[in-house]
């Protein structure tokens, strides 16, 4: 901020202030550190991470590996104005979601039908609602949390009855499944320690342990 100097009026320092700000670049290429520009040392840590036009978008295709955009709703519209079939006007269009999936159904002048899937769908569930509620949960992250960040931005996710129908159905019988193998390779790592060593130490750290 500018030092305002006593002999401004308030009608010039604000004037200068704004003119101050309207000068700022805030063009995204200004947000770009120069040392990000410069550092051609840089090496991607693999393939996924590449930008170049090679076949990485295909890469994980159809897996929760598969990256995915934040997409604007009237871009995405854009891609409905002309029929695929035939190249006519797109005449009636209309959307569907569930969460994360949107569904756009499109009819154009000639009578061709369709309809494209934000995502895939694994018997009846979209893909992307079990991923939302999947990478929420296995980053320890609680519902609370992704609902704000996702409302603040208006980011589309399945709301909080199917989110925690997701956990309850198919996260935490997997968590019990990862919990038990784990649990069952720890027992047999201790029961071999005690063979070779005739004992197993047992500690906790003291707090609420017992
Ligand atoms: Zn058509």
Redesign the pocket.
Known sequence: MPVIKSFQSDEQALAENLSEELSLDVSMLSLDPPSDKKDLSFAPLSSTTSTSTTNTEEEGSGTYKERKWIVNESNLMQLFTR??????T?IDTKKFSFGSLLRVSWE?????EGSWNSCNETRGMADNNLLVAASTLFTGATYVDIADWAACLNVQIPQKTTFYAIQSSYLIPVVDVFYKEQQAKLLEDLRLQNVLQKGANLSGDGRSDR
Do not use: D, Y
């Open positions: 029929c695929p079939q035939c190249g006519q797109v154009c002048i000639n009578g061709h």
